[in-house]
């Protein structure tokens, strides 16, 4: 009798009830980064498919991207990009059973986001 | 089947019924992911926003067409299964299905177009 009190639990303490922190804020942002470079992912697959039917269709899909409109779209995704990939590696670390303790975690976060914010920059001057 | 106890059927399984499938493979692409993407990331980069006949010929050779190629597969096959994790966690029932349907096939769908692609300009 699973259903028995189906809706009218007590509920474990969530989003709602803790105070942000950097180590769940930066857990999210792995997970709302991760899903949002779809957009840039969907715009290069349209770039290769533009350049392999031929010169008007990649003068369209070239043009969108390298508008200011596309670059705003191609500027954040590579901050998410370079964010997602700093953090899935932090993923694959703790999934190691290594740096858990809060303060390594905390420090590891902090750099992170340095790093991925020059890395940002970085692409950006050399693209 | 008769033969195997409980405890063996249980095992490595969980409510997903496939265990840590879905993890391990998170795991192989991410790992993966970790050195396709900064090499794909400073390979595009060199040809976007060149022209068409550079853009052409930068793609006809083989080290960038299989960077792209590699990435393209195995970051679709990444986000098909993170997309996964997102839809099941806040979308339910029914919805969280067609959601679930769409999101694959959309993947897969772009993965295809992708390497079909690349494959016709390196070739």
Known sequence: MADVNRGNRPLSPHLTIYRPQLTSMTSIFTRITGNAVIVAAL??????????????????????????????????????????????LRHLIWDSGRMLAVDKSETFGMAAIIVAVMLTIFTAIVI | MAYLTDR?????MGAAHT????????????????????????????????????ALAYYARPWPSAIAALTIAVSFYHFRKGVQTL??????????????????CISYAAAAIGILAVVRLAL
């Open chain 1, 43 to 88: 715009l290069i697959v349209w770039w290769f498919a533009a350049l392999a039917a031929g010169p008007d269709a990649f003068a369209t899909a070239n043009g969108f991207i390298t508008s200011w409109f596309g670059d705003i779209i191609m500027f954040l995704s590579m901050a998410a990009i370079w964010y997602h990939l700093l953090f899935g």
């Open chain 2, 8 to 12: 063996k059927r249980a095992s490595g």
């Open chain 2, 87 to 104: 839809i099941e966690d806040y979308v339910h029932g029914f919805a969280g299905k067609v959601c679930l349907i769409a999101a694959i």
């Open chain 2, 19 to 54: 265990g840590t499938d879905h993890h391990w493979k998170m795991i192989v692409t991410s790992v993966a992911l970790l050195v396709l993407i900064p090499v794909f990331v400073f390979t595009f980069g060199a040809a976007l926003g060149s022209d068409y006949e550079t």
